[in-house]
């Protein structure tokens, strides 16, 4: 594999999942030997670096942008990013547990520079719409913080479900839900991975939250999750249940399950 960036735009996709996955395998074994993933700033050179070396010295096609972008979201867990065309990048996650998680392929973004005042009166307010929207979506994400835990409350059992919901865990400014399901153990051969096999990894399941009095619940405060072939996740979602409400109903890919809210 001696060049990443010399693919066919048909190729382009698969030649960066590979190269994401062959840079965390290396980010990775890294920092286990340390026993973390260094400060932002080294990480983001050293993925920028390992992307040129995998790729046989050929450059990044994006001149502002490395062909991987690593940044560190805490000492044991990073973000990769690789861009494979103006208008699309791969994302993924990384623990220091070597669990891959959260990935997917993110659309919609694009390298090229757009001056304010090139923008017609339309993209001008197509691209206000944009960023109105992000903030919303943004605060939202920021808005639970984990903190002033209140208490837990466990799941009834859930007999044949394929994704069975464990507990809740209630906070002052919102919860998490715990659940877990089964998965296939990853595959580490480059030389075989296609593209679609790389993006088709086991995702955490869609997850659906209401109460008895219409509380409109969305995800927020992010969320982790890990194993081989069972994976015990985290999803966090706010405002917390008011006071009153006396049920929480959990969908997960299947039947809900209510949780009894009410000490």
Same mark, same amino acid.
């Given at each position: 594999?001696?060049?990443?960036?010399?693919?066919?735009?048909?190729?382009?996709?698969?030649?960066?999942?590979?190269?994401?996955?062959?840079?965390?395998?290396?980010?990775?074994?890294?920092?286990?030997?340390? +026993?973390?993933?260094?400060?932002?700033?080294?990480?983001?050179?050293?993925?920028?670096?390992?992307?040129?070396?995998?790729?046989?010295?050929?450059?990044?096609?994006?001149?502002?942008?490395?062909?991987?972008?690593?940044?560190?979201?805490?000492?044991?867990?990073?973000?990769?990013?690789?861009?494979?065309?103006?208008?699309?990048?791969?994302?993924?996650?990384?623990?220091?547990?070597?669990?891959?998680?959260?990935?997917? $392929?993110?659309?919609?973004?694009?390298?090229?520079?757009?001056?304010?005042?090139?923008?017609?009166?339309?993209?001008?307010?197509?691209?206000?719409?944009?960023?109105?929207?992000?903030?919303?979506?943004?605060?939202?994400?920021?808005?639970?913080?984990?903190?002033?835990?209140?208490?837990?409350?466990?799941?009834?059992?859930?007999?044949?479900?394929?994704?069975?919901?464990?507990?809740?865990?209630?906070?002052?400014?919102?919860?998490?839900?715990?659940?877990?399901?089964?998965?296939?153990?990853?595959?580490?051969?480059?030389?075989?991975?296609?593209?679609?096999?790389?993006?088709?990894?086991?995702?955490?399941?869609?997850? $659906?939250?209401?109460?008895?009095? +219409?509380?409109?619940?969305?995800?927020? +405060?992010?969320?982790?999750?890990?194993?081989?072939?069972?994976?015990?996740?985290?999803?966090?979602?706010?405002?917390?249940?008011?006071?009153?409400?006396?049920?929480?109903?959990?969908?997960?890919?299947?039947?809900?399950?209510?949780?009894?809210?009410?000490?």
């Amino acid at each position: 594999m001696s060049s990443h960036f010399e693919s066919q735009p048909d190729d382009a996709q698969e030649a960066a999942g590979i190269l994401l996955l062959r840079v965390a395998l290396a980010l990775l074994g890294e920092a286990r030997l340390r +026993g973390n993933f260094g400060d932002n700033t080294d990480l983001a050179e050293r993925a920028a670096a390992l992307a040129t070396e995998f790729a046989g010295g050929v450059p990044s096609p994006y001149p502002k942008h490395p062909a991987i972008e690593g940044s560190l979201l805490r000492p044991d867990r990073i973000s990769l990013s690789a861009p494979f065309g103006e208008g699309g990048s791969i994302v993924e996650s990384l623990d220091l547990d070597g669990i891959l998680f959260d990935g997917g $392929t993110a659309f919609g973004v694009t390298y090229k520079q757009v001056e304010p005042n090139e923008m017609n009166p339309e993209e001008r307010a197509d691209l206000e719409r944009r960023q109105a929207k992000w903030r919303v979506e943004q605060e939202r994400r920021q808005r639970f913080t984990a903190s002033g835990f209140v208490r837990s409350v466990a799941a009834p059992s859930q007999p044949g479900a394929t994704v069975p919901i464990l507990a809740v865990e209630l906070f002052e400014d919102g919860f998490y839900v715990e659940f877990t399901y089964d998965t296939e153990p990853p595959t580490f051969d480059l030389d075989e991975m296609t593209a679609e096999q790389f993006l088709a990894r086991e995702k955490d399941p869609e997850i $659906t939250v209401e109460d008895d009095l +219409g509380t409109e619940y969305f995800e927020s +405060g992010g969320g982790c999750g890990g194993g081989v072939r069972v994976s015990h996740s985290s999803r966090g979602f706010a405002p917390a249940p008011p006071p009153n409400a006396r049920i929480l109903r959990i969908t997960a890919g299947g039947a809900p399950v209510e949780l009894d809210l009410q000490p």
